[in-house]
């Protein structure tokens, strides 16, 4: 299974009324880096899984992941957080290393990983998108967005997916140009979940939240919270077959 930009493709038709929301007031706020553990390469490693990375759904043959699980950690309610080094290869060498902690990690978890912001920019991407998670509906993945260009690794953003038969959330990443390797881009975060106060039970709102603005700035990814932090600044009602419909 290869990732892209979408978790899964999904194009919107029909032509109901959008309903605007009151909590989107215009914002604009500098968003922290996203932040990594200290990489060791003295610890103990538990397992390794090795990671492909795939470019327009080719598996390539020289670069991949290595995920070494170095702590896993259960507390008194059985939630499991584990921290992986991740060893980054090119043309079959070690180039960079991350470390992230993922916590409520389930047993079974399968890991992906793709390069570039989307499927029509992959070729010859400094941008590598990961994803882990446990492979089946209804259970939240982690995913990860790393720039690696010249030996050098930034992982630019982080967030969470879920779907569940059709309904979900997920980050949309626009890309602006055609270039593999802008110097600016832009995502947003899409749900679709149901209308719980509507008693048509195949009716559903579909929002976008989170709008955020990437720049290179300094050979460092730079972003700006563009609205108002988890907070809706577009909904709209479907049914489920129109938001799941494709042309």
Request: aromatic share 12%.
């Amino acid at each position: 299974m290869k990732i892209h930009t979408l978790f899964f493709l999904l194009v919107l038709i029909g032509c109901q009324k959008t309903k605007p929301t009151d909590a989107a007031a215009p914002i604009a706020e500098i968003m922290e880096p996203q932040e990594t553990l200290e990489v060791t390469n003295d610890e103990k490693i538990i397992k390794t899984d090795t990671i492909s990375i795939y470019s327009d759904g080719t598996e390539s043959s020289t670069d991949y992941i290595l995920a070494h699980l170095v702590d896993q950690q259960a507390d008194k309610d059985s939630i499991v957080t584990v921290k992986y080094r991740l060893d980054f290869y090119q043309n079959k060498t070690k180039t960079a290393s991350s470390k992230i902690a993922i916590k409520g990690f389930e047993k079974g978890s399968e890991w992906m990983a793709s390069y570039g912001l989307t499927s029509e920019t992959s070729k010859n991407s400094p941008f590598i998108q990961l994803t882990v998670g446990y492979p089946a509906c209804g259970y939240s993945h982690d995913n990860y967005l790393y720039y690696l260009k010249n030996k050098g690794l930034q992982l630019v953003h982080q967030w969470s997916t879920m779907s569940d038969s059709g309904w979900g959330s997920w980050v949309e990443i626009e890309n602006p140009s055609a270039n593999s390797d802008p110097k600016s881009f832009y995502c947003k975060t899409v749900a679709f979940v149901p209308a719980d106060e509507d008693e048509n039970l195949d009716m559903g709102i579909l929002s976008h939240s989170d709008s955020i603005s990437f720049e290179l700035k300094d050979n460092k990814w730079k972003k700006i919270l563009l609205s108002a932090k988890d907070k809706p600044y577009f909904e709209k009602k479907m049914t489920f077959d129109q938001f799941n419909s494709t042309e």
